[in-house]
């Protein structure tokens, strides 16, 4: 991927699975031409580079449309402990069908598996073994979207659609963590917000990090709206805030027809659907297990 291209209008495909640990995902896996890529001082072959120290530089600025072709990014390793992280740090165009397992990230504001900060995404999944690192309490975190967010455009709708996330999760540091989206906030130009037929399956313990099994926090005002529809939880969860689906706040928010089955335990505010609530409104949802104060 081109440091300056953006590949506005343009259509890039993935056309093999890519193990970031193998030496068969790479056309020469002891390439150095690239020089100190994880920021050791010693310049290494492509494979040590892109799975040691720092890692993987996120992709920027993509505008264009990623077509994964149900293909599997696997072993995406990338500690560099900046503001942002992800595959993509900022997206305005579109990802879909693809699938990313096993993952280790950091970062301060904005993280997210596929994207730090994203817009519309379409069957894709994260699975296996996924370890963040935090170290900033602001910092909104999400199984594959850090924050919804566009920074310029007339787009006037947001998707996110056939996506789930199956996880063993760890998170090292206070966050507020969604299993799909993190945040979604200060939208632009958007009007709607529509996430359907997304589902996450994780169990969780962190006094704290705020947690929601599809949206960690939606913050937004005005006439936005948000509608999450046929999405689920599946799993055990404890934190400082703690909901099934959502937590939403200064939101026009609508869940309809979704469900979490688990136990969920907060600080404050615990729910089975919807946490720490304002202008939000449920249709056709339920939860089952223990709802719990500590």
């Known amino acids: 991927m081109s440091k300056t291209n953006n590949f506005e209008n343009k259509k890039i495909v993935l056309d093999r699975d890519l193990n970031f640990e193998s030496e068969l995902s790479y056309f020469n896996y002891e390439d150095n031409q690239y ?5 050791d001082g010693t310049v290494s072959n492509l ?8 890692g993987f530089t996120p992709i920027k600025q993509f505008c264009g449309q990623f077509e994964g072709n149900n293909k599997i990014i696997s072993n995406l390793y990338e500690d560099r ?18 699938g990313i397992k096993n993952v280790v990230l950091s970062g301060g504001t904005s993280v997210g598996t596929i994207a730090a900060y994203a817009n519309t995404i379409v069957n894709c999944y994260i699975e296996g073994n996924v370890n963040f690192k935090i170290n900033k309490k602001s910092t909104y975190v999400g199984g594959l ?11 006037t ?11 063993n999760v760890n998170i090292d540091g206070a966050c507020t963590f969604g299993g799909i989206i993190g945040n979604a ?9 529509k996430i359907t ?3 996450n399956i994780m169990q969780l313990k962190n006094p704290e990090v705020q947690i929601g099994g599809i949206i960690g926090q939606s913050v937004m005002g005005g006439s936005i709206g948000v509608k999450i529809e046929e999405c689920y939880h599946i799993g055990d969860l404890e934190g400082s805030i703690v909901s099934g689906i959502a937590n939403c706040s200064h939101v026009k928010t609508i869940i309809q027809n979704c469900y979490s089955i688990g136990n969920m335990k907060a600080k404050s505010q ?3 659907i919807v946490g720490s609530t304002s202008s939000c409104n449920t249709f056709n949802c339920y939860s089952v297990g223990k709802i719990e104060s500590n």
């Open 35 to 39: 020089g100190d890529i994880n920021e």
């Open 197 to 199: 037929q997304c589902y």
């Open 145 to 155: 979207i850090g924050n919804l967010k566009l920074e310029s455009g007339n787009q």
């Open 185 to 193: 906030h200060n939208v632009g130009y958007v009007n709607n917000i």
């Open 157 to 167: 709708e947001i998707h996110i659609s056939n996506c789930y996330s199956d996880i």
């Open 81 to 98: 402990g900046e503001e942002i992280a992800g595959l993509f740090d900022s997206m305005t165009g579109t990802v879909q069908n693809l």
């Open 270 to 272: 615990p729910s089975g």
């Open 47 to 54: 494979l040590v580079e892109l799975t040691s120290r720092k």
